[in-house]
């Protein structure tokens, strides 16, 4: 998202915006929630599809498993996600 700050918006263009929010808040709560962690923290959204991707992967698959974000000096270099089986099941038998 552009790093700006509604407060220094023109007031017609800032109450736009605002009534823009509260329309998206009502349509689709989970996307304001989303666009609003997005805003406050500067991760930069494009990260987003690639976390969701893998998680959907994982649960397709195996159903158990992990997805590890990779940050090197700020850059995430890798999404990766990790299936695994659940065995449950004593390492020996007797």
């Known amino acids: 998202m552009e790093d700006w700050n509604i407060n220094s918006l023109p007031s017609v263009q800032q109450a736009n915006l605002e009534q823009y929010w509260d329309v998206v808040r009502q349509l689709d709560p989970e996307l304001y929630l989303i666009k609003i962690a997005l805003q406050e923290t500067g991760v930069n ?37 990790e299936d695994s089986d659940l065995l449950n099941m004593p390492a020996r038998v007797e």
């Open 45 to 81: 959204p494009m990260i987003i599809p690639r976390v969701i991707r893998s998680l959907a992967n994982l649960c397709f698959s195996g159903g158990y498993g992990k997805v590890q974000l990779f940050v090197e000096r700020g850059i995430v270099t890798q999404c990766k996600g």
